[in-house]
């Protein structure tokens, strides 16, 4: 590893992912240590699922309630009865459909699961990641690794391993470096654990798109009182006061925030800005290229530490219903 592979806090490095890092991150992974991860969604914190110590430390590194569920990654379909138990048929056959890929399921944990990875519930979120970087990790490590999105809580995910650096320092001790999130927002999260199918969480993978395979109805109702990765009302978040407006609107929102003076960066879907509104970013018309720029725009207009953000709604259909989950929110809706 040379001095341009690392840049390091006290212990935090970044190294990039190749055999030997990959090596080095299984062991502190087996020795209770903490390794930031690529995946095809966002950066995990990874912790040995198994290590109720190592699992707590990603807790602290987050400031995240402990009564929060984790993911716990794995990396085989297989892998599957080591953690769950009474797992119906659909789960065999959605995981051998969608993994490795954007799909969590929730199924009934093993007695001896530690209550710690899953926030005190006796149901256990599974999914394989589709990553070179993290499907190595957990070739190498042999177990299941908990990562949740490696940021602090409620803030913003991380897309790179300079955001997860940025976000968490030196309580990490090692970011592995596999590039970009292709994707850029969390995984599908499907409920399998009782007598009905319940999506808790959008993602990449439609509810549309799993029901047309299960030829079933899955709930949507209001999961609020539900405790699973990324049900809070408030997630995602940028530090600055963010706000978001339909296209119709979007007009008179700027006029009222210059009518009170503030600083405002734009996040735009179809607006187009005039000569003396610089800090503005255009987002891509394609629903998966906006949610693979999303996070990291929200980040770059967070460090201007201006007034306010305003977001532009971008469409509300199924194609967008996961981005539309997560600027739901990280914002407010403006007031016109």
Known sequence: ?????????KRAVIVTADENTIVEAALLLKQGGLVALPTETVYGLGADASNPEAVKRIFTAKGRPENHPLIVHVGSVEQISDWAVNIPDVAWRLAKLFWPGPLTLILNKRPEVPLAVTGGQDTIALRMPDNPVALSLLKAFGGGIAAPSANRFK??????????????????D???????????????????????????RPGHISVGE???????????????????????AEHYSPLTPAYLCTSECFSEALNKLAQVNKTVAILAYKY???????H?????????????????????????????ILVEQPPETEYWQAINDRLGKATVPFET
């Open 280 to 308: 503005f970013i255009s987002m891509p018309e394609r629903s998966a290229e906006y949610a693979q720029s999303l996070y990291a725009a929200l980040r770059q207009l967070d460090q201007l530490k201006l007034d306010v």
């Open 1 to 9: 590893m040379s001095d341009n592979d690392q840049v390091s806090d």
């Open 272 to 278: 187009q800005p005039g000569s003396k509104q610089a």
């Open 174 to 200: 090692l970011i592995l470096d596999g590039g970009s999130c292709l994707l850029g927002v969390e995984s599908t999260i499907l409920d399998l654990s009782g007598e009905s199918y319940r999506l808790l």
């Open 210 to 232: 799993l029901e047309a395979l299960l030829k079933t109805k899955i709930s949507t109702v209001n999961t609020s009182g539900v405790r699973t990765p990324g049900m809070m």
């Open 155 to 172: 803030h913003i995910s991380p897309t790179s391993a300079k955001h997860v650096l940025e976000e968490l320092g030196s309580t990490v």
